[in-house]
């Protein structure tokens, strides 16, 4: 079995207009946000074996943020290009591309594409995940190139604003 974590980047800042999307940092409550998201999962004794994530750097940065929670080195990340902005359809050929040694991946995107490709995996639909969300799914298979066709179960939704 496989887990599957789908992570929005937190917060970014739109202190500078002149920055390119793709450079746009965290800005103060994405910095403080993606920390504690991460301190969750660990509450949830869940072990993440692959960060995937977009180059973008509010992407980057929220997924060396959890690195870190977790104890691991960022230079483990797995920086996929085509996850900046990218479609549904792109997120689940890279979901598929990730080597089977991993068992729980968290590939770390963005909106609108992240909200739409979790509302594809399970009966559960969100109406948008907040920035720094995780949409978390059990994966019926053990090998993430059948993910498509696997069997899926939700597994539970969190956001920063979420009160336990």
């Not at 403080?32 to 999962?41: F, S, T």
Request: aromatic residues 10%.
């Amino acid at each position: 079995m496989k887990t599957l974590l789908l992570i929005r980047h937190a917060k970014s800042s739109w202190d500078d207009l002149l920055l390119h999307d793709f450079d746009r940092p965290l800005n103060a409550r994405g910095l403080k946000d993606a920390p504690i998201m991460a301190q969750r999962l660990k509450a949830k004794k869940i072990k993440i074996d692959a960060f995937v994530s977009s180059p973008a750097i509010r992407a980057k940065s929220t997924c060396e943020l959890f690195m870190k929670e977790f104890a691991v080195n960022k230079k483990e990340m797995i920086l996929q290009t085509q996850i900046y902005l990218a479609s549904p359809e792109v997120l689940l050929e890279t979901v598929k591309q990730i080597n089977n040694q991993f068992e729980t991946a968290a590939v770390f995107a963005h909106n609108s594409g992240i909200t739409d490709f979790a509302n594809s995996l399970t009966s559960l639909k969100v109406d948008n995940m907040p920035t720094c969300s995780v949409f978390a799914v059990k994966v019926y298979t053990e090998n993430w190139s059948e993910f498509k066709t696997a069997k899926k179960e939700f597994l539970f939704f969190d956001y920063p604003k979420n009160l336990k």
